[in-house]
Structure formats: C-alpha cells, structure tokens
C-alpha cells in the first residue's frame, strides 16, 4: 500500500484525482485500483478539479484531455499555476487523442506520462502503481537533509542507475522507445543529483529521440550516455556489466 509521508513526518494514504467526465472509465480506474490503497476523487470538469485540489494534495493527477468546457489538455498546460499543485504530483495524460502533435504538447507541459484509450485494467494499474512508487521516492527525497542528500547522491544514485541499467538495455534492443523515454525521465532528476551535467543533456537527448520515434538518433544518444555512465568515478560494482 503506497504511504505519502508529510513533512509533519506523518503518513497519509496516496490520492488519485480523476479528470474524466466517462462513467465507463471512472469504473475502469475503480477496478484498477482495488486493493492498491490508492484514494480516488472524481471530477467531471477542471473547474471541480481545481476547487478539490485547493481542499486537500494530491499526487496523482489522471486526466482525460476531452472535457466538457475547459479542455484537460488546457489544465494540463497550466497546472502548475493552479493552487494546490506541487513539484511532486505526477500527471498522466489518459486519452484516445495522443497524435504526436498532442504528445509534445504534453511533453512541453511536463506531464509525466501518457496512456492510450482504450487501456487494459491491468495497464492502468501498472501505470498507477508506478505512479504512486514515482511520488514516494520524490517525497523522501525533498524531505532528507541537504547533507545527507549530497552524500546519498553519490552513491545511492548511481546504484539506482544500475538496477535500471539492464531494463534500459532491453529497451534499446527491442527498439522499445516509449519505455526508453520514460526511463529518461526518471534517470534525468538522478544524473542532476549526481551534478553531471552532460550526462543529463545525453539523457535529455535520448528521451527527446525516443518520443520522436528516432531509432538511429536514440541509439547515438544511449551509446553516448553508456560512455558517460561507465567513465564516472566510483561506479557501483556491476554497472555496465551486461553492456
């Protein structure tokens, strides 16, 4: 069951705001999150949306981008301007309209992810649960102390970069870009943290070559990356073993 802890020090359940005017699929996220722990509200319009986010947080945003009266794609645009909004909720885009014109739209917003309609309950519950996994380590990670941060970034990131080094791999192998772009934008806070700063533009470029569904571009960008990885000083050991 996700926790949220506060800065109070104090855990919370983590909530789910639904965007989504379809009954259908209000149904489908209710089945999705059985038994996750995961507390769901449900609005049909942004303006409920954004008097629900100014009574309680959030971490989880799952909106629609077909709304009636203001679109979610809209919102979406202007969400972190609206009040109740914080650097740690994590947007999902769930709609049938993801052309690749709406997608960089999004991805200029900085929305998260991107799920296609019609949607499996055993997809949307991966995405969700990914989600709430997402806003945990973000959380933990605004609330330690800078000294204890600069210490753990070193060695606690690069060990991160490692467990997911082989799933990257994979995806690169099987020309898997939408599961590269998204492991881009998990790595990108954590190569910051570590204060590489051409290891985060490599990263950037292979998560921009992925979402364009450039093959050859994505593969110049991780081979780069690759190299960066392997040449930082006190590598984890088994990093890159399987390269």
Not at 152 to 173: F, G, I, T, V
Not at 182 to 199: H, K, N, Q, S, V
């Amino acid at each position: 069951m996700p926790k949220i802890s506060e800065q109070s020090g104090a855990a919370r359940p983590c909530r789910l705001l639904l965007l989504e005017d379809e009954e259908l699929v209000e149904c489908l996220v209710h089945f999705a999150l059985q038994d996750t722990g995961i507390q769901l509200v449900h609005c049909r319009s942004v303006a409920e949306a954004e008097r629900a986010m100014a009574a309680r947080p959030f971490d989880i945003l799952l909106a629609d981008l077909h709304l009636p009266g203001e679109s979610g794609l809209s919102f979406l645009g202007r969400l972190p301007g609206v009040p109740g909004w914080r650097p740690s909720m994590h947007t999902i885009a769930f709609s049938s309209g993801l052309t690749a014109i709406v997608r960089s739209e999004l991805e200029s917003a900085g929305v998260h992810t991107m799920l296609e309609k019609p949607a499996s309950v055993a997809a949307l519950r991966a995405c969700l649960s990914e989600a709430a996994g997402w806003v945990s380590a973000q959380e933990a990670h605004a609330r330690a102390p800078a000294v204890s941060r600069n210490r753990m970034d070193r060695a606690h990131c690069l060990q991160s970069l490692d467990s997911d080094l082989p799933l990257l791999q994979e995806a690169m192998e099987q020309s898997d870009l939408t599961s590269t772009a998204r492991l881009m934008r998990d790595w990108m806070p954590i190569l910051d943290a570590i204060g590489d700063a051409d290891a985060v533009s490599d990263a950037h470029s292979l998560e921009l070559a992925a979402m364009s569904g450039d093959s050859f571009a994505a593969q110049s960008a991780w081979t780069a990356l690759h190299l960066r990885i392997l040449g930082m000083a006190t590598v984890p050991a088994g990093i890159g073993e399987s390269a």
